[in-house]
């Protein structure tokens, strides 16, 4: 398995349920963050949780990160339709450069 | 501010030939990187300037990749001679130097189609 991997693949709910995607990771981190990619856009930046964290909140996220099973979570709670997007997780260790996961896709029903 | 752009957005071209990507960073970030991702598959890292020197390069496929950033402003990643597996999605990100371990702001990345 890769670094960063995400799980499930692929997620389909219904507007205003809860989201919840995890991220497994094989070495030890600095960091670990979250990205959204809306189809042909570029990725944006949603929370970093360092790796002396345990849990983070940003508006409707909520990120978790155990560093013990080297994994972490993202929780979109009441989600909408425009949440509707892939969303990665990227692991900072050592170098400044991201290592990503291959991606949830994540269908919010209207 | 204007974030992170990329040009051209979409190039299709044959095997055998040459494509320059082209990134400009966010006015004042040191930090410029290239990633890729090919066939869906995860997002990989090729390489990082910090201002004009490659920081990282270990990323780099082959030596069929040269990426330059003269000058420390905008960057460029040719391709040459392009081969069917380096289709996919190409996308620049750049940060700020007292950053570089924190938020890094991507562009929309080129999708290169090699026929």
């Known amino acids: 398995s890769q670094q960063g991997e995400e799980d499930p693949q692929a997620l389909s709910i219904q507007e205003g349920e809860n989201a919840t995607m995890n991220c497994s990771y094989k070495t030890s981190i600095n960091n670990l963050q979250w990205y959204r990619q809306n189809s042909g856009r570029g990725l944006v930046h949603l929370i970093l949780?360092?790796?002396?964290?345990r849990e983070k909140h940003s508006g409707r996220l909520r990120v978790t990160l155990d560093t013990s099973k080297k994994s972490s979570s993202l929780l979109i709670t009441a989600s909408r339709a425009a949440d509707t997007a892939s969303y990665f997780c990227?692991?900072?260790?050592?170098?400044?450069?991201?290592?990503f996961g291959s991606g949830t896709r994540l269908q919010v029903q209207p | 501010e204007a974030g992170v752009t990329q040009f051209p957005s979409h190039s299709v071209i044959e095997k055998g030939q040459t494509v320059t990507l082209r990134c400009d960073p966010i006015?004042?970030?040191?930090?410029l990187y290239w990633y890729r991702r090919v066939m869906g598959k995860e997002i990989k890292f090729l390489l990082h300037?910090?201002?004009?020197?490659?920081?990282?390069e270990s990323g780099m496929p082959n030596n069929r990749f040269l990426a330059e950033r003269t000058g420390g402003t905008y960057s460029t990643l040719k391709v040459q001679p392009a081969e069917l597996e380096d289709s996919g999605v190409y996308f620049c990100?750049?940060?700020?130097?007292?950053?570089?371990?924190?938020?890094?702001?991507f562009g929309p990345g080129t999708r290169l189609t090699v026929t």
């Open positions: 300037f910090v201002k004009e020197s490659k920081q990282d």
């Open positions: 949780i360092r790796s002396n964290e």
């Open positions: 006015s004042g970030h040191d930090n």
């Open positions: 990100a750049s940060s700020r130097s007292d950053r570089g371990l924190y938020e890094q702001y």
């Open positions: 990227a692991t900072v260790a050592g170098r400044r450069a991201l290592t």
